[in-house]
């Protein structure tokens, strides 16, 4: 896909990309509702509680603008799309497959947030349903599950792999322990939503299946709260004590943007709320006008993955019917062997995605 305009930026943001990054523009060369956004986020960020960090992109075009970017921030929940990612990469490689079975450990539990928080030790759950709890649900118990199974090391080191410097899983999910060795940026994972919304992220069937995922999150008051209602928005929320974040794909008439917003360090979660929300309607307002622009300009659409005709109809429906693509009747374990928890993360395959911290006690 051609890519016709770089990024503008308010901020520490460096140029570190799973694509090729594009080139840098004059501000005299910004359209106008790109330069309206980027001069009222300025202004919002003045009046920002805490501390924040941010970045919008139109994904068509790769225009855009940030505010500090390129900060390491607590990424509370948001740190369960690398699981996610890694998950996937995993399966992918054959490592396992969406209908094995994990069990709970008691090791697994966080009281934090979640249904599996209180289920028997060896209670069961597929990969598949562990996926659906982690992102939509925000379960940190199936996270544990999923980070145990995969293994930390292997999701930092595919981070690394795809050029995201920020990102880091330095624990397992515990609300009441080292809650900030969970790391990202705004702009790490605009750079991973943006390789799944291309179809690029590991393959075209594991981005399909990890936006579908990311579309079914059910804490919607963040990004979601002042868009229309009904639009496709594949995203995932975190939220803990002092910290606020919310980072996904707004599908804009199938034109899709992506917008990452982390706050931390607020004097209230009400705060971080009200400063989200209003920097997503910006943001969506400006990306209204700009398609508008794009369109008059000639531009092409978006060619990747769309919203509301290739993203919602599987949004709700399981992921049997792609099951057999990773795990083939003669192929598939009943079961996935369990490490016992005092174990170091076992060593998994190398990475073969084709793209070059803080946990979430809910949300």
Not at 33 to 44: E, F, R, S
Not at 212 to 231: D, E, S, V, W
Not at 270 to 278: E, K, T
Request: with cysteine; hydrophobic share 40%; net charge negative.
């Amino acid at each position: 896909m051609a890519r016709f305009a770089g990024h503008l930026f308010l901020g520490c943001l460096l140029a570190v990309t799973l694509a090729a990054p594009p080139a840098r523009v004059r501000a005299a060369d910004v359209p106008g509702p790109m330069a309206d956004l980027q001069a009222k986020l300025a202004v919002a960020s003045t009046h920002a509680p805490g501390h924040i960090a941010l970045e919008v992109e139109d994904l068509a075009t790769g225009y855009g603008t940030a505010i500090n970017a390129d900060a390491s921030m607590p990424a509370a929940s948001t740190i369960k799309i690398p699981v996610m990612v890694e998950v996937f990469r995993q399966m992918a490689a054959g490592t396992f497959g969406l209908r094995d079975v994990l069990h709970v450990q008691s090791s697994d539990r966080d009281d934090g947030w979640g249904d599996l928080a209180d289920a028997p030790r060896g209670t069961a759950r597929t990969v598949d349903q562990l996926l659906r709890l982690m992102i939509e649900e925000s379960d940190n118990t199936a996270t544990n599950m999923l980070i145990r199974l995969v293994g930390r090391t292997r999701i930092n080191a595919t981070m690394s792999e795809l050029g995201l410097s920020r990102t880091r899983v330095g624990d397992y999910i515990r609300s009441e322990g080292d809650i900030r060795s969970l790391r990202s940026s705004p702009h790490d994972m605009t750079r991973l939503l943006e390789a799944m919304a291309q179809a690029r992220l590991i393959d075209e069937w594991s981005s399909r299946e990890m936006l579908a995922i990311l579309t079914g999150q059910r804490h919607n008051g963040l990004i979601p709260a002042p868009l229309p209602k009904g639009m496709a928005i594949a995203h995932k929320t975190g939220t803990l004590h002092d910290t606020l974040n919310d980072v996904g794909i707004v599908y804009l008439r199938d034109e899709p943007y992506v917008i990452a917003v982390m706050t931390t360090h607020l004097p209230s979660l009400s705060d971080g709320r009200v400063f989200i929300r209003h920097v997503s309607s910006l943001a969506f307002t400006a990306f209204e006008r700009f398609a508008r622009w794009r369109e008059n300009e000639g531009l092409p659409a978006f060619d990747g993955i769309a919203g509301s005709s290739q993203l919602l109809p599987g949004a709700d429906q399981p992921l049997a019917p792609d099951v057999q693509m990773w795990t083939p009747q003669e192929q598939a374990p009943a079961t996935t062997p369990q490490a016992p928890p005092d174990q170091p993360d076992a060593p998994a395959p190398a990475a073969t995605a084709t793209p070059a911290g803080e946990t979430g006690a809910g949300g």
